[in-house]
Structure formats: structure tokens, C-alpha cells
């Protein structure tokens, strides 16, 4: 009688196991090592700080520059460094209380297709979760929409340079929303890691090109130069704008459940941050000293070298519809999730991604101005999302794990906010009041002054208006440069009489405060 035929079932080199663990073992997709959640396979830190730098890096750059006209140099370098190391810090708190999650939770082990929002829900419970989850949802759709219109704008830009078409900006909206509508099927941010590369070596390639074109430029430029009075308000709206520059970071926590290691993110977020400050700091000095006042909502307009110009619009279009898909997807994983869409490739996915990408054409066409939006967000969603609700939630779940050590009731329940200030120590509340106090002030009076300058100063007329005003074609239909000096008339360069475009002397005149 032969004997009965075994098998050796194979063991990750990291794994440690018992026979009462096996059935366990086959349904995660990882084991502990040293105690670190240690996956079979995954994002490197590497790729983790390149979707860092990709997602949050590039749209805002162009804007950056006019945020430091608004501030003044001093203030506008000393807010980005500040504003740098607080978002940096709560991405950190944000990576650490996924591992936390991970060790108390044997469920996260696996694939998750919210984990903002769980950390939402270990930290404050239902309530929480569900805030942050609507201000995810709010953020991450404005997000998207920003993105579709800067990258809308760019592409505009070309096709005016290159005389291709006298097209409405609205219908090229309209046209680029629908094209990106094949790559939102993508399941999670493992599966396009090269949309991120191609993001941040965009973003690399047009901080490099701004500086060069700014150097370009001000010999003839800086001579012409004047700057605003600096006012509250535009100090706000500068705020709005760098906070926007580094918010996003929530669903940068997709990306860290697809690591390999995700106790790594930590020091992917800390380099992905020092990259981006590397890029933002010496293209705001450089455009400041050249353009002054004549800056607007992004600064590529007033790159005067052409050739510059369209190379810089076409990355950073690149850039922005890479930004616009990674973006989006942390968005339809969470409604996939609520309304229990399979996690596959299905008719359910297509009709609901669909759908979520033609209400943000529709919000895009309402409102065809970036600028406004991006201050908006800056001092509303992206304060919550992206620093105060990480920093809150890593300070619960420090606490809990305190409180646990008390009693093992507590194993089961959320802390509630005095108990999480009650089990921190001295400095963490600190830290954490002094941020509290900090962002709530900032978000309340950016919200305000954009909401003022989104609906005078800077208002665009919907496209569902435009589209049907049969206006005449101006003379300076083409013109697609904001030219250089106070009044926006230098050029340095002699193009056609249609290059520099209709002046917006008042772009500066915001008073509220």
C-alpha cells in the first residue's frame, strides 16, 4: 500500500507559522517580520515618493509664483517652508497610524479600498468617519476638476500658438475630460506606477524649464517690474494657494496599503516632501524677481520664449491628466465601497466611473477658472484632509493604544477628544493644539477670501453661458502670453501684434480683511 503523497506548502522567508495559522495565512497577502507588516509584493519606497511628488507636485507650481506676489518674498519663502514641514509632518502621522491599524486589525493585513477612511473610523468612530469621508469626497472632486481645467488650459494654449484651431476652451474641456475616460478603470495606484514616474520626472523637467525662462526673459523683464501692496487678503489667498500646492496627501494612503513595506512610507513621505520644496522654492524667487505684478493664475502665460512656453504646457498638461487619474481613483474606490461595486473589472465599475467623470466635466464647465477653485480648496478641504484630520487621527490612536494598556475595554471602543488629550503627553498636545489653532484660523479666513474672489474679482461666466453668446472674434483671439510690466504690455521678443493678451490690472486688488 503506498503511502499517502504529502505536500510542502512554501513559506514567505519572513513568515512564522503554525499549523493552527495556515487556513490565516492563505488569505493575507503578507506576514509579520520584527513587527512589520511585510507584504509579498508591493510598491517600494521608492515608487511611494514618486507618487508622492507626482500627485502632489506640478498643478500648483504654475500658481505658486503668484502666491508669492501676493505675500511678498519674505513671507511667501517662510509660509512654503512652514506650510512644507506641517503637511510633511501629517503625512508622517498618517503613514504611522496605518500601522497601527495593521497591527490591531488583522483585516487590514489585505486589500482595502478606503483606508483614509478606516483610519477615520478606528480613530473617531462612525461619526468621524463619515465627515471625513464627505470632505474626502468634496476634495478629491474639486482636486479632479482643478486638474481638468489646467490641463484643458495648456492644451488650449498649444493649439492657439500653433494656429491648429480657434476652438472654444470649453469644448476642450469637454474633448480631454472624455479622452482620459479609458485609463479611470485602473484598480488601484499598483497598477499605474509608471503614470507616476512619467509625473514627476514632468514636474522635475518643468521647474528646470520655468527657471530658464524666467532667466530668459529678465534682462527686458525685471526693469518693467513693479509689485502690489501687500494686503490680508492676498496673504490669505497665498496661503489657500500653498496649501493646495502640498495638499492631496489622503490619497496618498492608497498608495502607502500598496507598498511592499509600509512602515516605509515615513521615509518616503519625508523625501517626496523635500523633493517638492527643491522644486517650488526656486521657481517662486526666480519668477518673482522677473515678473512681478504681471503674474496670474499660472505662470507658464507668461513664459515669453515660445518655445519654452508650448514645451512647459505640453509636461505639465502631461503632468496634470496623470495627476487627474491617480487623483480620481482613492475617490471611486470609496463609492465602490459604500455601494458595494465588486472589486473587478465590471459594467458596474464602467457606468459608475463614467458617471463620476461626467459630473466633474459638468462642475469643470460651471466654473472654467482654476485659480479660484485652487484657493478654495487650498484653505478648506485640503487643511482637513491633508493636515488637521491626519494629525487628529494619529493622535487618537496613540492615545487608544494608552488606554488599552489601562484596560482592555478599551480594546473595542474609539477615544473620545478629551481622553485622547488626556493620554498624550505634554509635547504631542502641543504640537497638536499649536496645529489645530493654526489651520482652523488659516481655513476660515482663506475660505472666506476666495469665496469673495471667486465670485467678483476673478468670476468667469459658465460655459454653458459662453457657448451660446455669439460674440465676435476679437482680434487677439490668438494671443496666449501675459506680457511682462505693470501694465502688462512689454514684450521681449518680436512675435506676431496678437501675442500678449487682454491685461487683468486688477488681478491683485482683493480686499476684504
Known amino acids: 500500500m503506498s503511502s499517502p503523497v504529502t505536500t510542502t506548502k512554501k513559506i514567505h522567508p519572513f513568515t512564522v507559522t503554525s499549523p493552527d495559522e ?47 506676489v501676493m505675500s511678498g518674498i519674505f513671507p511667501g519663502i517662510l509660509l512654503t517652508l512652514i506650510f512644507g514641514i506641517l503637511f510633511c509632518y501629517a503625512s ?37 468617519r463619515s465627515f471625513t469621508v464627505v470632505i474626502f469626497y468634496i476634495n478629491q472632486f474639486g482636486t479632479s476638476i482643478v486638474f481638468l481645467l489646467l490641463a484643458s488650459k495648456n492644451l488650449w494654449s498649444l493649439l492657439k500658438v500653433f494656429y491648429l484651431v480657434n476652438i472654444p476652451f470649453c469644448y476642450v474641456i469637454l474633448i480631454l475630460g472624455l479622452l482620459s475616460l ?11 506606477w509608471g503614470i507616476a514616474l512619467c509625473a514627476m520626472l514632468s514636474t522635475a523637467f518643468v521647474a528646470a524649464l520655468l527657471i530658464v525662462g524666467s532667466e530668459m526673459d529678465y534682462a ?19 496661503v489657500g494657494i500653498i496649501s493646495y500646492a502640498y495638499g492631496g496627501g489622503a490619497s496618498l494612503a492608497n498608495v502607502q496599503h500598496d507598498m511592499k513595506r509600509p512602515s516605509e512610507f515615513t521615509f518616503a513621505s519625508i523625501i517626496g516632501f523635500i523633493i517638492i520644496i527643491l522644486f517650488y522654492i526656486p521657481v517662486e524667487l526666480v519668477t518673482y524677481y522677473t515678473y512681478g505684478d504681471s503674474l496670474r493664475h499660472s505662470v507658464l502665460d507668461s513664459i515669453q520664449t515660445l518655445y519654452i512656453q508650448n514645451i512647459v504646457n505640453l509636461c505639465i498638461g502631461i503632468h496634470c491628466m496623470m495627476a487627474f487619474i491617480i487623483n480620481l481613483n482613492p475617490l471611486t474606490l470609496q463609492i465602490e465601497e459604500v455601494i458595494n461595486i465588486p472589486n473587478k473589472f465590471g459594467i458596474k465599475r464602467v457606468l459608475l466611473r463614467t458617471t463620476v467623470l461626467i459630473a466633474i466635466i459638468i462642475c469643470a ?54 481622553q485622547t488629550l488626556k493620554n498624550s503627553s505634554f509635547k504631542n498636545n502641543v504640537i497638536f493644539g499649536g496645529i489645530m489653532i493654526i489651520g482652523i484660523i488659516s481655513m476660515i479666513l482663506i ?51 496678437s501675442f500678449c493678451s487682454t491685461p487683468q490690472l486688477d488681478f491683485y486688488n482683493n480686499s476684504i480683511f
Not at 527686458?220 to 489667498?237: D, G, I, M, W
Not at 493636515?387 to 493622535?395: K, S
Open 92 to 128: 508622517v502621522c498618517m503613514g504611522k497610524s496605518w500601522c497601527i491599524l495593521q497591527k490591531q486589525w488583522k483585516e487590514y493585513e489585505n486589500f482595502c479600498r478606503n483606508p483614509f477612511s478606516e483610519m477615520a473610523f478606528r480613530a473617531g468612530g462612525k461619526r468621524f
Open 365 to 418: 464647465l460651471a466654473v472654467p477658472t482654476f485659480g479660484p477653485i485652487m484657493h478654495l480648496l487650498g484653505g478648506s478641504t485640503m487643511m482637513l484632509t491633508s493636515l488637521l484630520i491626519p494629525i487628529y487621527m494619529y493622535t487618537a490612536l496613540k492615545a487608544r493604544q494608552k488606554l488599552i494598556k489601562k484596560d482592555s475595554k478599551y480594546s473595542n471602543e474609539t477615544p473620545t477628544f478629551l
Open 447 to 497: 475660505t472666506i477670501s476666495s469665496i469673495k474672489a471667486l465670485l467678483t474679482t476673478h468670476y468667469a461666466p459658465p460655459c454653458f453661458i459662453s457657448l451660446f453668446n455669439k460674440e465676435p472674434t476679437s482680434e487677439n483671439y490668438l494671443a496666449h502670453t501675459n506680457c511682462c510690466g505693470h501694465y502688462q504690455n512689454i514684450s521681449v521678443h518680436t512675435y506676431r501684434t
Open 220 to 238: 527686458q523683464c525685471e526693469a518693467h517690474r513693479e509689485l502690489p501692496k501687500v494686503s490680508y487678503t492676498n496673504v490669505f489667498l497665498s
Open 22 to 68: 495556515d487556513v490565516q495565512k492563505e488569505r493575507s497577502n503578507g506576514s509579520w517580520y520584527n513587527g512589520e507588516y511585510i507584504k509579498y509584493s508591493g510598491l517600494s519606497w521608492f515608487f511611494a515618493t514618486l507618487f508622492t511628488v507626482g500627485t502632489l507636485a506640478g498643478g500648483a507650481l504654475v500658481a505658486l509664483p503668484s502666491a508669492m
Open 182 to 192: 479609458l485609463c479611470l478603470f485602473l484598480k488601484s495606484p499598483a497598477d499605474f
